[in-house]
T-cell receptor, first 118, second 112 residues
Framework: DAMVIQNPRYQVTQFGKPVTLSCSQT?????MYWYQQKSSQAPKLLFH???????NEADTPDNFQSRRPNTSFCFLDIRSPGLGDAAMYLC?????????????????FGDGTRLSIL | RKEVEQDPGPFNVPEGATVAFNCTYS??????FFWYRQDCRKEPKLLMS???SGNEDGRFTAQLNRASQYISLLIRDSKLSDSATYLC?????????????FGTGTKLQVIP
């Protein structure tokens, strides 16, 4: 089945130790998103790619970076995780249809990676 | 004011009841709208897109009111399995890219 796969499901890292979360998709969608979701809060968009074009949300901390080496894979790098970065990280994809860098299509989410910081 | 607002609930309803949620959005340039459900500690799953003319999928009906800037979700004949948090999502085109905003969700608890 076509899907969005995130690895690992659970990640524990130490305060300040860089960590990378990965996302892959078999949907062949050209738009990929990374969200952060904390308990009882809405998912918050960190950044997204429309094909290779990258858009960083204005309030995404500099500590968070992303790479998309090809259509299928996308990575979230947290350079120096702080305690406040403990959250669920969600990857999503959608088909880019519409004018400009805009997708009016629904998003499909992976299972998420739950990040804990020691 | 938040760009997308939802009543957090919880809505506690008996099985078989009809329940409705609203989601208001502040930016009139918003273009596409969706409802997702999210179970505890799981990822959001698409429930349905919301079309201008309104749309129905089984027991679920979604409507869009552009004049008053809200979308709604109606669930008929509630099942225990409908217990979840329902998130609305609003998309718009901003600064050359899409702006995606999730509501904080409305929690539904269906009681036997």
């Amino acid at each position: 089945d076509a899907m969005v796969i995130q690895n690992p499901r659970y990640q524990v890292t130490q305060f300040g130790k860089p960590v990378t979360l990965s996302c892959s998709q078999t949907l062949n969608h050209n738009v990929m998103y990374w969200y952060q979701q904390k308990s009882s809060q809405a998912p918050k968009l960190l950044f997204h790619y429309y094909d290779k074009d990258f858009n960083n949300e204005a309030d995404t901390p500099d500590n968070f970076q992303s790479r998309r080496p090809n259509t299928s894979f996308c990575f979230l790098d947290i350079r120096s995780p702080g305690l406040g970065d403990a959250a669920m990280y969600l990857c999503a994809t959608s088909r880019g249809v519409g004018t400009g860098f805009y997708s009016n299509q629904p998003q499909h989410f992976g299972d998420g990676t739950r990040l804990s910081i020691l | 004011r938040k760009e997308v607002e939802q009543d957090p609930g919880p809505f506690n309803v008996p099985e078989g009841a009809t329940v409705a949620f609203n989601c208001t959005y502040s930016n009139s340039a918003s273009q596409s709208f969706f409802w997702y459900r999210q179970d505890c500690r799981k990822e959001p799953k698409l429930l349905m897109s919301v079309y201008s003319s309104g749309n129905e999928d089984g027991r679920f009906t979604a409507q869009l009111n552009r004049a008053s800037q809200y979308i709604s979700l109606l669930i008929r004949d509630s099942k225990l399995s409908d217990s979840a948090t329902y998130l609305c999502v609003v998309n718009r085109y901003s600064g050359g890219y899409q702006k995606v905003t999730f509501g904080t969700g409305t929690k539904l608890q269906v009681i036997p």
